[in-house]
């Protein structure tokens, strides 16, 4: 809220389009990565999409977007924000007080969910441009030097939480702060200082904010006690085991689809707080099996093919980091591990390209 008063929204999408370029897809382009840029600092999906919708919507329109197509970039790119480090949704201050990390170890595991969800949203958006036939769109906007050197203290908004995580402030504090130098450095220039006024009304709108992420924990609370107390949980977990047979890729196919279902009807808090006691425990009971195998394939030299140098180390490390115990341990094991079958696939993809010509 103290973002959207200082004028942050309008600054991120004027840094969009100076970063995009004026392509047919510029104008999607350009909302998709303010929709980043914001998110990064707002955390919220719905604050993120309103604050970029009244600004963009006549953009992507006069690009030759339809509505279901403006609606669709607006909402993918503002969902986004909730996942998009180091603000983060409230999901991630729940995580790191009911796993007992550190909040600063979410914000870097999400760096990697965050890159590949925007440019999947890129991707689809060049291919729906050539669907559409939108067209290249001359809109007065300011350079990139120009915004820098103008409103260059809206970057330390991206940067402070961060600052004040590295330096061993608790979760709590270290938002606080930012919340005070997002308020100091808008003082520096005149149009974007927040006087009493404008001060008063930030703050009201982010407590209307909360309320109701209070009330959805409250009542997923209730929630997740009913699933630990009577047992549930474990067998939910049971199922999605036995309906994975086992193996990782078949089980995070059920445990997504066991999400989606959730998400349906649940905030995203409220779908954290339900998949702790159900889903967590089937993914976890699959992990140390792919342990072992990243392991044997890195010692062994062999996955899909033969494997290089680094393919080997990426198994070995991974492998390990997935039999220890650990969420960060798993995620980033998890993540090798994925990183050399994805080189594996493409190496063997080439072969038989080079082979059949």
């Given at each position: 809220?103290i973002?959207?008063?200082?004028?942050?929204?309008?600054?991120?999408?004027?840094?969009?389009?100076?970063?995009?370029g004026?392509?047919?897809t510029?104008?999607?382009?350009?909302?998709t990565v303010?929709?980043?840029?914001?998110g990064?600092?707002s955390?919220?999906?719905?604050a993120?999409?309103?604050?970029l919708?009244?600004?963009?919507?006549?953009m992507?329109?006069?690009?030759?977007?339809d509505?279901?197509?403006s609606?669709?970039?607006?909402s993918a790119?503002?969902i986004?924000?909730?996942?998009s480090?180091?603000?983060l949704g409230p999901?991630?201050?729940?995580?790191?007080?009911?796993?007992?990390?550190s909040?600063?170890?979410?914000?870097v595991?999400?760096?990697?969910p965050?890159?590949?969800?925007?440019?999947?949203?890129?991707?689809?958006?060049?291919?729906?441009?050539?669907?559409?036939g939108?067209?290249?769109?001359?809109?007065?906007?300011?350079?990139?030097w120009?915004?820098?050197?103008?409103?260059?203290?809206?970057?330390?908004?991206?940067?402070?939480?961060?600052?004040?995580?590295?330096?061993?402030?608790?979760?709590?504090?270290?938002?606080?702060?930012?919340?005070?130098?997002?308020?100091?450095?808008?003082y520096i220039?005149r149009?974007?200082?927040?006087?009493?006024?404008?001060?008063?009304?930030?703050l009201?709108a982010g407590?209307?904010?909360?309320?109701?992420?209070?009330?959805t924990?409250?009542?997923?609370?209730?929630?997740?006690?009913?699933?630990?107390?009577?047992?549930?949980?474990?067998?939910i977990s049971?199922l999605?085991l036995?309906?994975?047979?086992?193996?990782?890729?078949?089980t995070?196919?059920?445990?997504?689809?066991?999400?989606w279902?959730?998400g349906?009807?649940?905030?995203?808090?409220?779908?954290?707080?339900?998949?702790?006691p159900?889903?967590?425990?089937?993914?976890?009971?699959?992990?140390?099996a792919v342990?072992?195998i990243a392991?044997?394939?890195?010692?062994?030299?062999y996955?899909?093919?033969?494997?290089n140098?680094?393919?080997?180390?990426?198994?070995?490390?991974g492998?390990?980091?997935?039999?220890?115990?650990g969420l960060?341990?798993?995620?980033?094991?998890?993540?090798?591990?994925?990183?050399a079958?994805?080189?594996?696939?493409?190496?063997r993809?080439?072969?038989?390209?080079?082979?059949a010509?």
């Open positions: 809220a973002l959207d008063y200082t004028g942050a929204g309008k600054f991120y999408v004027d840094l969009a389009f100076a970063l995009t004026r392509r047919p510029g104008a999607a382009r350009t909302v303010a929709s980043f840029l914001l990064t600092v955390g919220s999906g719905v993120t999409t309103v604050t919708g009244s600004i963009t919507y006549p992507l329109k006069k690009a030759g977007h509505r279901e197509s609606g669709a970039i607006l790119g503002g986004g924000a909730v996942i480090p180091p603000v999901a991630a201050f729940l995580m790191a007080e009911i796993l007992g990390i909040y600063l170890d979410i914000v595991m999400a760096m990697m965050t890159i590949l969800y925007y440019l999947g949203i890129l991707l689809t958006i060049e291919v729906d441009a050539r669907r559409l939108a067209r290249e769109i001359a809109l007065d906007a300011p350079g990139f120009w915004l820098t050197k103008r409103y260059w203290y809206q970057y330390t908004s991206l940067f402070a939480i961060i600052v004040f995580l590295v330096a061993g402030f608790s979760t709590i504090t270290a938002v606080f702060w930012s919340i005070v130098v997002a308020i100091l450095v808008s220039r149009e974007t200082s927040l006087g009493p006024r404008k001060l008063v009304n930030a009201a407590t209307k904010q909360v309320l109701p992420v209070g009330a924990t409250a009542v997923a609370g209730i929630a997740v006690g009913i699933l630990l107390q009577t047992g549930l949980g474990l067998k049971s999605i036995a309906l994975g047979f086992g193996n990782l890729i078949a995070l196919v059920v445990s997504g689809i066991v999400l279902v959730l349906l009807s649940l905030p995203i808090t409220a779908t954290y707080l339900v998949a702790v159900t889903v967590v425990p089937a993914l976890a009971s699959v992990s140390a342990g072992i392991l044997v394939a890195g010692v062994g030299g996955l899909l093919r033969p494997t140098l680094v393919e080997r180390i990426f198994l070995v490390v492998g390990v980091l997935l039999v220890a115990p960060v341990a798993d995620v980033t094991g998890l993540s090798l591990f994925g990183l079958a994805a080189s594996q696939l493409v190496r993809a080439r072969a038989t390209a080079v082979s010509a």
